[in-house]
């Protein structure tokens, strides 16, 4: 596999790898760069969305996605074609800024990497190559690829859920599950390669986005399926105006970017549950 047959893997990863080192020594890039809801949003800096993913946190964040990018983006385009790679990688990076946009979308929230595109490439590898293997570095163990699909859907989604370790999980899920519909796009068959495997992943992945979206606040399942009845203290029965109640949920939403969800107590978990209602009743 030589570089000529790679060149637009290699060509990304050398614009990553500069302007993220050249953003560690010039801050001013980074804000322009970064990923912020509130400047897509209000600001219609639609631009973010894609470059983002030109800026990491740290070496260990660069060089991780970096590895992964050239062990199976090069794959990618020397056999299937530098228009699928290129449709593919981007399609994750968008797919998982857009999921966090709108899971992000109320409150302040910040981030960077090129972990999207890169979970998507390692997704639509697997289906594009049936019974490729996935090691980890400096570890000489593979694991089966369609292991390695279940593990990561699930973990993606508990972390998103939690939240507790302030990675990006919401943008590694969206854009696996988007690159590889994109993969689906140029190459159906994929689909009759690995007819079950497949069909779990579509369903799965189905399942999750729909809770997402329908629960951005990221409340228990059982709030979301509406499980029993919630009852509201005394202290949150006394009516407030609605400017009010707008402040006291952006507080909650701001405690939440900061500390997680983890970090509410049993009033303000109520009345971000009756916000979620009155979002949906919408």
């Known amino acids: 596999m030589s570089m000529h047959d790679s060149i637009f893997t ?21 804000e322009k760069l970064i990923f912020c809801p509130r400047y897509i949003l209000a600001e219609k ?11 990491h946190a740290n070496w260990r964040h660069l060089f991780f996605n970096m590895f992964g990018l050239y062990a199976f983006g090069r794959l990618i385009e020397s056999i299937h074609g530098p228009l699928m790679f290129l449709s ?29 595109g890169v979970c998507g490439i390692v997704f639509a590898a697997i289906f594009l ?51 590889l ?15 079950k495997l497949y069909a779990a992943v579509m369903l799965l992945s189905l399942g999750m986005l729909a809770y997402l979206i329908k629960n951005p ?18 202290k949150l029965q006394v009516p407030s105006s609605p400017a009010q109640e707008t402040e006291r949920v952006n507080k909650i939403l701001d405690k939440i ?17 009756r916000a979620s209602r009155k979002s949906q009743s919408k």
């Open 217 to 234: 606040l990221f409340l228990p399942l059982k709030t979301f399926m509406h499980f029993g009845s919630v009852s509201v203290p005394k």
């Open 10 to 30: 290699y060509s990304i990863i050398g614009i990553t790898v500069w302007t993220t080192i050249y953003a560690f020594r010039n801050s001013s890039l980074e």
């Open 88 to 116: 593919i990688y981007f399609a994750g990076i968008i797919g998982g800024d857009l999921l966090a946009l709108w899971l992000h979308r109320n409150h302040e929230y910040r981030a960077y990497g090129a972990s999207g």
């Open 129 to 179: 190559f049936p019974g490729i293997g996935v090691s980890m570095m400096f570890i000489p163990i593979s694991i089966p690829g369609w292991l390695y699909v279940v593990i990561f859907l699930t973990s993606e989604f508990h972390g998103t859920i939690k939240g507790k370790d302030n990675v990006g999980h919401d943008a590694h899920l969206g854009g696996a599950i988007i690159s």
């Open 181 to 195: 519909a994109t993969a689906t796009a140029f190459k159906p068959e994929i689909v009759q390669w690995s007819p």
């Open 257 to 273: 970017s900061q500390k997680r969800i983890k970090s509410l107590n049993k009033e303000e978990h109520e009345l971000l549950l």
């Open 45 to 55: 800096q639609y631009h973010r969305l894609v470059t983002s993913a030109f800026l």
